[in-house]
DNA sequence: TTGAAAGCGTTACCAT
DNA sequence: ATGGTAACGCTTTCAA
């Protein structure tokens, strides 16, 4: 029955079929155009009959308007960069776009390449995490003639609308809170390389707390971004060979902070008695684990749903030529037994 | 500066600043196609001078060629899927193709519609999670008249082809491996529904497995798929009040595994000794826990590969007509500290 | 190697 | 409420 399909039906099938003109069916076809309900019955019959699946590439090519928005995150597996997306989407569907992502492995010339191809599918907005780009992304972005918003950050130069926090302070405010509770020698685990900007923020931010603070700090750079669960693990165990009297760390991620707690256990250290342990972004497992970890909540769906809102005001006519927004996103410390 | 861009530039406005016709242009802007060296630079330059980007929804609508590969997972944040989408992105890349990613919640329906709107994109292949779909879901597939992938399961009926393993042999294997090791009192930790179909197919082999050993099942069910860490805690929690004599919980997933093992220590119960405990998925997570969770490995980015190939085989014309192909992939059980 | 003409399948626009 | 016609921006096809 491996019936050859000769040729996937047309508009101008189902209207033969349906006995009306094609632009009928195209009117019966969306819920807002008008059409009898008669017409749209039978429309909607034949369509069924022949098996008809509209092409919105034909009618993007029409209309100007493709249902696309593009989005780009760094890593694909990343739960915080999940939820954000999330937030997108569920934004967007009541509008019918479609998040159209990809994913840059934290690296800005594949950034680029991403944002390229994506742009030649002429998305009706355009939004990026982060505000670190090649000359030529940005150039693409500025000159794509639709909304783009960088989320996750707050860029120096935005091309767009920003909905973002700083990873800076994050860090700053976790330095000052453990400084609050007492701990005075704290160290900071990260990424060996800057790919990750928001990463090597929050970096900047520790070491200019600890220096606020009069504190030395002290940092493991451990591997490529992101670093993962085990190397967090490594980046604690050469931090205590290094500094052997350090008694608590930042790391820069929950994932990395979940490493680095389990590198205590295997050593028989207890946290937060012999060592104190921070994390970032909330993640499930933060608060799951024993014990829990303190860390810091940035409501990346939120950010998500705020992008959506903002990408909406301008594409639905109610603001279409709105200046460009900074939404600062704000964050919190949470507080839990790691530290 | 803010210029209103009157209209983005076409093939023909770079045709004419370089002074060629536009079919020369279509092909200077292609690697393959015919062009010669003095003719692609003065249109590259053009190109550049008038910021253009290529219109790939005009392209694929006259090629027939959107460079699209439609796929479907049901969560976008789960570490096991998000590393088949890699496999698959990688796989892909080379040649140009796109994927357009959509997650479907777990949900039959919300699949369905999915996929009808991507449909509509006319990906050049559709590839989805799993193997139990609506019927139209099922029609929408077959009668697209493009290579169609199912994923992850081994469905009865497949559409087209499969890279799959069979989940209800996973937990069987898992099962047996554990009254080797001397456990008897085995329960399982899973979703209370049946929206995740393979969490339900591990479930069933879990249960076949034990009347087969001649043990009794001791199933607790846990709100609705995914079930989270903190779930897998709850669900712990349940199964010791109901059947105090546990001896060991195989867990739909690594994350409830996880939750699991945390629920444990909080009780000061000792794993293994004092219960074991089995994940699934080999997340990062897993291998590094303290104690270290014994889990099954699915490769799941080999899974994206291997489909990557399938799809390639069909769309490169090496094997255009080839009849549908059943991948089984192999798992293996993981034995680490926990069981 | 290059060009001219004819679509690709839909929607915008203007009539009726 | 419905239909006719002309795009939309590109590639295919056929010629030169």
């Known amino acids: 029955m491996s019936q050859e399909r000769k040729k996937a039906p047309t508009m101008a099938d189902v209207a ?44 993007g090519l029409s209309s100007r308007k493709t249902g696309f928005i593009a989005v780009t995150i760094p890593s694909i597996n990343n739960s ?33 390449k991403l944002i390229e191809s994506m742009l030649r599918r002429r998305p009706e907005a355009l939004v990026v995490t982060g505000g670190s780009h090649t000359g030529r992304a ?20 935005p091309i ?27 160290g900071y ?24 603070l009069g504190c030395d700090p002290r940092v493991t750079a451990f591997g490529d971004p992101p670093i993962t ?4 693990g490594g980046a604690l165990a050469q931090m205590l060979e ?31 008695q012999d060592i104190a342990i921070a994390g970032f972004g909330n993640y499930d497992l933060a608060d799951c684990a024993v014990p829990s970890l303190t860390t810091v909540e940035v ?13 909406l005001e301008r594409l639905t006519g109610e603001n279409p030529d709105s200046a460009p927004v900074t939404s600062l996103m704000d964050f919190q410390i949470i507080e839990r037994e790691s530290a």
């Open 138 to 157: 940005r150039r693409l972005m500025a000159n794509a003639g639709i909304p783009v918003v960088e989320m996750w950050d707050l860029p120096e130069k």
């Open 16 to 59: 033969r079929l349906a006995g009306v003109s094609s632009m009928t069916v195209s009117r019966a076809l969306r819920a807002d155009a008008p059409a009898s309900a008669e017409t749209r019955r039978k429309i909607q019959e034949a369509a069924d009959e022949l098996g008809y699946v509209l092409n919105s590439t034909a009618a």
């Open 160 to 186: 767009g609308h920003v909905v973002g926090f700083s990873n800076r302070e994050t860090s700053q405010a976790m330095c000052r809170r453990l400084y609050e509770k007492g701990y005075r020698r704290i």
């Open 242 to 272: 290094r500094w052997p009297d350090i008694d608590a760390v930042i790391c820069v991620s929950d994932l990395s902070a979940f490493g680095a707690l389990c590198e205590c256990q295997r050593r028989g250290l207890s946290v937060p």
């Open 299 to 311: 409501h990346a769906e939120r950010i998500g749903r705020r992008t959506a809102e903002l990408v």
């Open 189 to 212: 685990i990260g990424g060996a390389s800057s790919r990750d900007t928001r990463g090597a923020d929050r970096r900047r931010g520790y070491e200019e707390a600890m220096r606020e």
């Open 80 to 112: 915080n960069f999940a939820d954000t997306v999330r937030g997108l989407t569920e934004g967007l569907k009541d509008v019918n776009l479609q998040v159209l992502l990809g994913y840059t492995d934290y690296d800005m010339n594949a950034e680029e």
């Open 229 to 232: 669960m085990r190397q967090g």
